[in-house]
């Protein structure tokens, strides 16, 4: 039965429906949320882009997207229910006045959803089309995808323009990260187990590592990538939300404003990173030729239509730091790159180890216990503690060793399916629910914190370092870690377990 009670009917229009991000993530999500009957029957999915297609034309341009993407055979049923919501606009986004014409495939009664799955550019005259047509009113909800601005400045003026428009109680900045399971799953770990809501600070915890790292290069995407950077394309958003989600306090409920004003209490509290410790808080790298997985791959230099001169950094490492009670004298180790051995999001917090050792006899130095939780692949939360080794001994010493409390997601749901993040997310508009989103104070206040690093860098002059593709980046990361006495969590990065 579809949730009547729990998503509304709505007009969901996805301007830019035949770019790459409607056809690989969007569209597919949405034909999921149908499969799972939590897409109201009454509601209209309107694809919106600049060139001429019949309505048949269109249906038959999702349905292979679907197929392509989803990975799976498309049950018929679904397919039915699903492509006779489909409708299509052609449409110029930039012109104000084409948008007369879309007034007549949208109905008034239904809460209208606008997905901008475009170039930021073009907010501001999809809202501008929107307001002309008299198609606005406080029930309706944007969607923007990131990057919402290159910097703080340029990020402003995006946000005035959507601002002029629309309240931030209508505005959905969308971070996909947001939408996965193992990230929403922070919450419930911290929140809702005693073990962890009591020992989840500096007395408990030593250090914490965040690695995000990608096996490709960039696909292509030169002209965007080497504009933007590592820096701007994973850290400004993926990674620090992330680190927030770790570090925030317990919020007083769980509505939307009440999470994302902790959050921003952590990101007000990261320590500045600017020209006075650059070089000790940061290390980046731009990758050079080398192999992936067996398979040879050229450098960053050497993709197609690449400038040889470019100082665009394609891995960054950071040494962050919370200046406030909860976390002060913790670090927070953050690392994300292109063409490393394999792709992996992962999070590894480690505890501080026993103030005595009782065990000096089978184990020298106690190991710390170990939260890891894998965001991708092999989703799911794992705990290394100490324990005995089973049998008899000729001595009264125990033999301990280190095992794994393992809960991985495949494993323990079985062959129950993991929405991707995009479902979750769109049905979190759908329902009208900002919490998984990202408010323009936040967006804000991360672009301050990683200008002054980005700046710190181009004032410097120094070049990124170079590391092969294949590797875990250039030498300088593992040296940021050492120089406390610490490693990066890497030696099965990306495994199963």
Same mark, same amino acid.
């Given at each position: 039965?579809?949730?009547e009670?729990?998503?509304?009917?709505?007009?969901?229009?996805i301007?830019?429906?035949?770019g790459?991000?409607?056809r690989?993530?969007?569209l597919?999500?949405?034909?999921?949320?149908?499969?799972a009957?939590?897409v109201?029957?009454?509601?209209?999915?309107?694809?919106?882009?600049?060139?001429?297609h019949?309505?048949e034309?269109?249906v038959?341009?999702?349905?292979?997207?679907?197929?392509?993407f989803?990975g799976?055979?498309?049950c018929?049923?679904?397919?039915?229910?699903?492509?006779a919501?489909?409708?299509?606009?052609?449409l110029d986004?930039?012109?104000a006045?084409?948008?007369?014409?879309?007034?007549?495939h949208?109905?008034?009664?239904?809460?209208?959803?606008?997905y901008?799955a475009?170039?930021?550019?073009?907010?501001?005259d999809?809202c501008k089309?929107?307001?002309?047509a008299g198609?606005i009113?406080p029930s309706?909800?944007?969607v923007?995808e990131k990057?919402?601005?290159h910097?703080?400045?340029?990020s402003?003026?995006?946000?005035?323009?959507?601002?002029?428009y @629309?309240? +931030?109680?209508?505005?959905? *900045?969308?971070?996909h990260y947001?939408?996965?399971e193992?990230? #929403?799953? !922070?919450i /419930?770990?911290r929140f809702?187990?005693?073990?962890f809501?009591?020992?989840?600070?500096?007395?408990?915890?030593?250090?914490?590592?965040i690695s995000?790292?990608?096996s490709v290069?960039?696909?292509?995407r030169?002209?965007? @990538?080497? +504009?933007?950077?590592q820096m *701007?394309?994973?850290?400004?958003?993926h990674l620090l939300?992330? #680190?927030? !989600?770790? /570090?925030?306090?317990?919020?007083?409920?769980?509505?939307?404003?009440?999470?994302?004003?902790e959050?921003l209490?952590?990101?007000?509290?990261?320590?500045p990173i600017?020209?006075?410790?650059?070089s000790?808080?940061?290390?980046?790298?731009?990758?050079?030729?080398?192999?992936v997985k067996?398979k040879?791959?050229?450098?960053y230099?050497?993709?197609p239509? /690449?400038?040889q001169?470019?100082?665009?950094?394609t891995?960054?490492?950071l040494?962050?730091?919370?200046?406030?009670?909860?976390?002060?004298?913790?670090p927070?180790?953050?690392?994300?790159?292109?063409r490393?051995?394999?792709?992996?999001?992962?999070?590894a917090?480690?505890f501080k180890?026993q103030?005595?050792n009782l065990?000096?006899?089978?184990?020298?130095?106690?190991p710390?216990?170990k939260?890891t939780?894998?965001?991708?692949?092999?989703?799911?939360?794992?705990?290394?503690?100490m324990?005995?080794?089973?049998?008899?001994?000729g001595s009264?010493s125990?033999?301990?060793?280190?095992?794994?409390?393992?809960?991985?997601?495949?494993?323990?749901?079985?062959?129950?399916?993991?929405?991707d993040?995009?479902?979750?997310?769109l049905l979190?508009?759908?329902?009208?629910?900002?919490a998984?989103?990202?408010?323009?104070?936040e967006?804000?206040?991360?672009?301050t914190?990683?200008d002054s690093?980005?700046?710190?860098?181009?004032?410097?002059?120094?070049?990124p370092e170079?590391y092969?593709?294949g590797?875990?980046?250039?030498?300088?990361s593992i040296?940021?870690?050492?120089?406390?006495?610490?490693?990066?969590?890497e030696?099965?990065l990306g495994s199963?377990?």
């Open positions: 039965m579809v949730l009670n729990t998503v509304e009917p709505c007009d969901f229009v301007f830019g429906t035949k790459d991000l409607a690989r993530k969007l597919p999500s949405l034909y999921q949320l149908e499969k009957n939590l109201h029957s009454d509601t209209k999915i309107i694809g919106v882009a600049r060139h001429e019949s309505d034309e269109y038959a341009m999702v349905r292979e997207n679907i197929e392509k989803s799976e055979t498309l018929e049923d679904t397919w039915s229910r699903f492509s919501k489909l409708d299509y606009v052609c986004m930039q012109d006045k084409s948008y007369d014409s879309f007034k007549s949208v109905n008034a009664a239904r809460t209208m959803v606008c901008l475009t170039p930021p550019s073009i907010y501001g999809i089309g929107l307001n002309e198609i009113d309706m909800r944007v923007l990057p919402i601005g910097d703080l400045a340029t402003k003026v995006i946000n005035n323009q959507v601002a002029e @629309f309240n +931030e109680n209508q505005i959905y *900045r969308i971070d947001l939408g996965k193992t990230v #929403l799953n !922070l /419930a770990l809702a187990n005693s073990i809501a009591t020992n989840w600070d500096h007395n408990c915890i030593d250090h914490v590592q995000v790292a990608e290069g960039i696909e292509g030169w002209g965007y @990538f080497d +504009e933007a950077g *701007r394309d994973m850290v400004q958003n939300q992330i #680190l927030t !989600l770790i /570090a925030m306090e317990p919020p007083t409920t769980l509505d939307a404003d009440s999470i994302r004003d959050k209490k952590v990101l007000k509290a990261l320590r600017n020209s006075g410790n650059i000790e808080k940061t290390v980046r790298g731009q990758y050079t030729g080398g192999f067996g040879e791959v050229p450098g230099l050497d993709e239509d /690449a400038n001169k470019s100082e665009t950094e891995f960054v490492a040494k962050v730091e919370v200046d406030n009670w909860r976390w002060a004298g913790v927070f180790y953050l690392r994300t790159g292109k490393m051995p394999t792709k992996v999001s992962e999070i917090i480690y180890p103030p005595h065990f000096k006899d089978s184990f020298a130095k106690l710390p216990n939260l939780i894998r965001l991708q692949p092999d989703e799911g939360v794992e705990i290394t503690v324990n005995k080794v089973p049998g008899l001994t009264s125990m033999n301990l060793q280190k095992s794994k409390l393992n809960l991985s997601f495949s494993e323990t749901f079985g062959d129950e399916r993991i929405a993040a995009y479902e979750k997310l979190e508009v759908m329902i009208g629910n900002q998984l989103f990202v408010r323009r104070d967006i804000e206040q991360a672009w914190w990683v690093i980005i700046g710190a860098w181009e004032s410097s002059n120094e070049p170079p092969q593709a590797t875990w980046g250039p030498v300088a040296a940021l870690m050492a120089r406390d006495g610490r490693a990066w969590y030696s099965k199963k377990r």
